[in-house]
């Protein structure tokens, strides 16, 4: 039960006149009202019209990972704010220093930590960092930095120009010259048929590499899951292949683990199941559970030299800041997150629930012939909705979003790729939070069952 009165219609009244929603048609709340979260405890919210919800998607976006109502976290960012809330980046932090050391003790080969406030921050100073290198190395010659077709890497025009959802950019362009597209890895949609799909979709990247030529390309920018673009699970020997051509043609690799950083997938990083060495890390979501605003970008000492090597040259550190970077509540959240993480031994839990979902999820397969593919790795899962199976004609949008909308009816908070790829926003996603159990998992599961039976009958 929500423990705030449920009278907050001056709160819906002050949200329908003065607040712009995100990532959504507000025609709608002229008739409808807007809809306003109030409470949260572990994995179920209440909306102002005091109904609970089970959620499945940790806010929405795959990012309350250790569930609602830490007193743990917020205690601790309580304390912080009061002892030292901000001071500019450019000095140390008691949290900042310790969250620091914590994170890299659980990314070996990594060392260096750049605190700011976004996942399309982080991957901002990552870009930023590829450009100076080239200049600083290269002449500015190797500049270019390799994105993939369906992959998301943030909302600022620069993250938008390493793009690969067509239907997130449009209307937003012109972009920043400098990024180049390689193709997608969803074995589901091969491009071809292949006895080894993983090995011809890394070598797609070559392919482009040594089309724009090899000494003009500094990085390659890759979700190690790719979410928005329809729950991607890379295929069998993609990321080997993905690893021997960065090394080959001397490409930094820049992973982005916004969605699938700090336990989403059963390890602390994503990149880990496959036995990757990044040169940049970039995490947001999880790192906080979005208890405060933070996030990471996080490289090797190799690279961090190259910062620092040249001391009398006035240009050749990193001149970056993020104001917000510098706030103490993100740290001091993101050290208690860790601790929840590893004290109620939450990667093995949602290595364990995250098998359950894609059994029931593969049960659901088996019952309804829309669902073309299961995809997902720990609990972070995805069922790709086909008109036909054969063809793998993608089901009508409207028809996808008729799902969500009737497991919301029934209490159940599901999500669907969402103005992400022309004709495939078709996949609903599944990213409870990594303290599920066994009956919220069968919970989700029957909601989207019952869903299904109605809008597919
Ligand atoms: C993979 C990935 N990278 C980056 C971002 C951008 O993060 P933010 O919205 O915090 O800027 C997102 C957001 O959804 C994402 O999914």
Known sequence: MATVPNDISDVIEADRKNVWHHLI?????????PRVMIEGKGMRVWDATGKEHLDAVSGGVWTVNVGYGRERIANAVRDQLIQMPYFSGSAGSIPGAKFAEMVTERMPGMDRVYYCNSGSEANEKAFKMVRQIAHKKYGGKKHKILYRERDYHGTTIACLSAGGQPERNAQYGPFTPGFVEVPHCLEYRAQVETENYGEW???????????????????????????????????????????EVCKKYDILLHIDEVVCGVGRTGEWFGYQHYGVKPDFVTMAKGVASGYA??????????????????????????????????????????????????????????TAMGARLMDNLWALQEKHRVIGD????????????????????????????????????????????????????????????????????????????????????
């Open 25 to 33: 048609q507000h025609k709608a709340f002229e008739n409808v009202d």
């Open 201 to 243: 979709a890394a070598n797609q990247i070559e392919e482009v590499i040594l089309r724009e030529g090899p000494d003009t390309v500094g990085a390659l920018c890759l979700e190690p899951v790719t979410a928005g673009g329809g729950v991607i699970v890379p295929p069998e020997g993609y990321w080997d292949r993905v690893q």
């Open 293 to 350: 605003a933070i996030a990471c970008m996080v490289t090797t000492d190799e690279v961090f030299a190259m910062f620092k090597d040249d001391a009398d040259d006035p240009l050749g550190y990193f001149r970056d800041i993020s104001t917000f970077g510098g706030c103490t509540a993100g740290p001091a959240a993101a050290i208690e997150n860790m601790g929840i993480i590893e004290d109620e031994d939450l990667l093995a839990n949602t």
């Open 374 to 457: 299961v995809r997902g790795k720990g609990l972070f899962c995805g069922a790709e909705l086909v008109a036909d199976r054969q063809t793998k004609e993608a089901v009508d949008e409207k028809k996808a979003q008729a799902v969500a909308a009737d497991c919301m009816a029934q209490g159940v908070i599901i999500g669907v790729t969402n103005r992400s790829l022309p004709g495939l926003n078709n996949t609903l996603c599944f990213s409870p939070a990594l303290i599920s159990t066994a009956d919220d998992i069968d919970q989700i599961t029957s909601a989207v069952d019952k869903a299904l039976t109605k809008v597919f009958s």
